[in-house]
């Protein structure tokens, strides 16, 4: 059964930095999109990122300009780059990567933004 491992989450003060990062562990076959989603207590998860399988890469309007989602050419990594972190962005963090035929979900890490 294969996994995703997430790592990188934390507490940073306003204005600061962090990298999630998430490797997959086992095969997953046909790996597609590959990001990140978030999720607030009493909230609807959100996409934050995503890499597509032509390498386009998508972003919420909230973090657009402040976050960057990578992927390696193997499809084993994705990671979240988050530069000028706002306590909005205070949230439980998931990896998340489409094969086939389902979608898999890391347990999700938290990172909350002090102001």
């Known amino acids: 059964q294969a996994q995703l491992v997430e790592s990188g989450g934390g507490v940073v003060e306003s204005g600061g930095s962090l990298t999630l990062s998430c490797a997959v562990r086992?095969?997953?076959?046909?790996?597609?999109?590959m990001g990140w989603y978030r999720q607030i207590p009493g909230q609807q998860r959100e996409l934050v990122a995503e890499v597509t399988p032509e390498g386009n890469r998508n972003y919420a309007g909230s973090v657009k300009g402040r976050f960057a989602v990578f992927r390696d050419s193997a499809k084993t990594n994705v990671q979240l780059l988050m530069n000028n972190l706002k306590p909005e962005d205070t949230a439980v963090y998931f990896c998340y990567v489409q094969g086939s035929p389902r979608a898999y979900w890391g347990q999700g890490t938290q990172v909350t933004v002090s102001s």
């Open positions: 086992g095969k997953i076959f046909s790996i597609s999109t």
